[in-house]
């Protein structure tokens, strides 16, 4: 299986490299790129014009050409202009409890942790419902302040019931390199239940560019077959 990463950030929104250097270096380590950056009311690319921008930069390097958004965030492009990506990631960055948002990567803890890990079900399984994403991005990440708890939080049965629903709607799960999640626990779940995985780095500087150790290992320690590695269609 040829090295894909789907998952790169650049300076369209919040990383450091440019689309020309993840093209010359991916073809130089043979990794087939795929630049996903964010477009969200959070980041640079919330006007039409930075997403066209953005849009001609990757088509020129011929990459795979995708976009981040946070769900349960509103997206600041319309469906006609998402149409032209290749695919659509959809990561959970926040969750909105008690009238605010908490964003996973503020140390501002919610009062309440088991009614923001139900907020969080709750908004990722209404997106998987509706939503318009190819890839849940980073799945089963927690917030610093809930990471210890990562084996009491996502049991079996709250991944059973997250992982149905995604293959419900046909969006395949990130493994990502950057976060180390899913853990193999929920992972093996996954895997059982037959759904698709996306390979990613979640890469925003240039020394994080091809970091797939981990999912690599992972689809070679469970065996995850090739038909079942998520491959988007690049359009025209």
């Given at each position: 299986?040829?090295k894909t990463?789907?998952?790169?950030?650049?300076?369209?929104?919040?990383?450091?490299n440019?689309?020309?250097?993840?093209?010359?270096?991916?073809?130089?380590?043979?990794?087939?790129?795929?630049?996903?950056?964010?477009?969200?009311?959070?980041?640079?690319?919330?006007?039409?014009?930075?997403?066209?921008?953005y849009?001609?930069?990757?088509?020129?390097h011929?990459?795979?050409?995708?976009?981040?958004?946070?769900?349960?965030?509103?997206?600041?492009?319309?469906?006609?202009r998402?149409?032209?990506?290749?695919?659509?990631l959809?990561?959970?960055?926040?969750v909105?409890?008690?009238?605010?948002?908490?964003?996973?990567?503020?140390?501002?803890?919610?009062?309440?942790?088991a009614?923001?890990?139900?907020?969080?079900?709750?908004?990722?399984?209404?997106?998987?419902a509706?939503g318009?994403?190819?890839?849940v991005?980073?799945?089963?990440?927690?917030?610093?302040?809930?990471?210890d708890r990562?084996?009491e939080?996502?049991t079996?049965?709250?991944?059973?019931?997250?992982?149905?629903?995604?293959?419900?709607a046909?969006?395949?799960?990130?493994?990502?390199?950057?976060?180390?999640?899913?853990?193999?626990?929920?992972?093996?779940?996954?895997?059982a239940m037959?759904?698709?995985?996306?390979?990613?780095?979640?890469?925003?500087?240039?020394?994080?560019?091809?970091?797939?150790?981990?999912?690599?290992?992972?689809?070679?320690k469970?065996?995850?077959p090739e038909?079942?590695?998520f491959?988007?269609?690049?359009?025209?």
């Amino acid at each position: 299986m040829g090295k894909t990463d789907l998952h790169i950030h650049t300076r369209h929104s919040d990383g450091l490299n440019t689309v020309a250097d993840v093209a010359r270096r991916g073809r130089r380590a043979g990794v087939t790129c795929g630049i996903c950056d964010h477009v969200s009311p959070y980041h640079l690319m919330y006007e039409v014009e930075a997403f066209d921008a953005y849009v001609a930069d990757v088509r020129s390097h011929e990459l795979l050409l995708g976009a981040e958004y946070c769900i349960g965030a509103e997206i600041p492009v319309d469906a006609e202009r998402l149409g032209r990506l290749d695919y659509l990631l959809g990561g959970v960055h926040s969750v909105h409890l008690d009238d605010r948002n908490y964003f996973f990567w503020s140390e501002d803890a919610p009062p309440d942790a088991a009614s923001f890990v139900e907020a969080y079900t709750a908004t990722l399984l209404a997106e998987l419902a509706n939503g318009p994403l190819h890839v849940v991005a980073h799945p089963t990440y927690l917030p610093s302040y809930l990471q210890d708890r990562y084996d009491e939080i996502w049991t079996p049965a709250r991944c059973e019931e997250v992982f149905a629903a995604a293959a419900r709607a046909g969006v395949a799960l990130e493994i990502s390199g950057r976060w180390l999640v899913p853990r193999e626990g929920p992972l093996r779940v996954a895997a059982a239940m037959g759904l698709t995985f996306s390979l990613g780095s979640d890469a925003h500087r240039p020394d994080e560019l091809f970091n797939l150790e981990y999912p690599l290992a992972m689809v070679e320690k469970l065996r995850i077959p090739e038909e079942r590695i998520f491959w988007p269609r690049r359009k025209a």
